[in-house]
Nanobody, 127 residues
């Protein structure tokens, strides 16, 4: 069993940075990849970024490419989402997720491909 806990959300001005963290615990050896998703009010869950733990390969949604960076710290069992140049349209609840199966980056963009989810952390961007 894997547990995920996100942190780092908050209020930030447009153009500013924010870093989200996702701490994993439990059977972390099972995790093959992790992803960040977001959900704005009245919208579906949207893919943001993913990382394969075997290769550190990463993949991003076009809307965040060049502004967001996903990374991990093995010593802390934590995955990060560094968000720069934030825009009002980035405002959402951000969720991290983990999967125990090896998948292509195309599949890792789908919420249904993940086994475990965190509780979410709110990101508010003021214009």
């Amino acid at each position: 069993q894997v547990q995920l806990v996100e942190s780092g959300g908050g209020l930030v001005q447009a153009g500013g940075p924010l870093r989200l963290s996702c701490a994993a615990s439990g059977s972390i050896f099972r995790i093959k990849a992790m992803g960040w998703f977001r959900q704005a009010p009245g919208k579906g869950r949207e893919f943001v970024a993913s990382i394969r733990l075997s290769s550190d390969g990463t993949h991003y949604a076009d809307s965040v490419k060049g502004r967001f960076t996903i990374s991990r710290d093995n010593s802390k069992n934590t995955v990060y989402l560094q968000m720069n140049s934030l825009k009002p349209e980035d405002m959402a609840v951000y969720y991290c997720a983990a999967t125990s199966t090896s998948q292509t980056f195309s599949l890792l963009a789908l919420p249904s491909r993940y086994d475990v989810w965190g509780q979410g952390t709110q990101v508010t961007v003021s214009s």
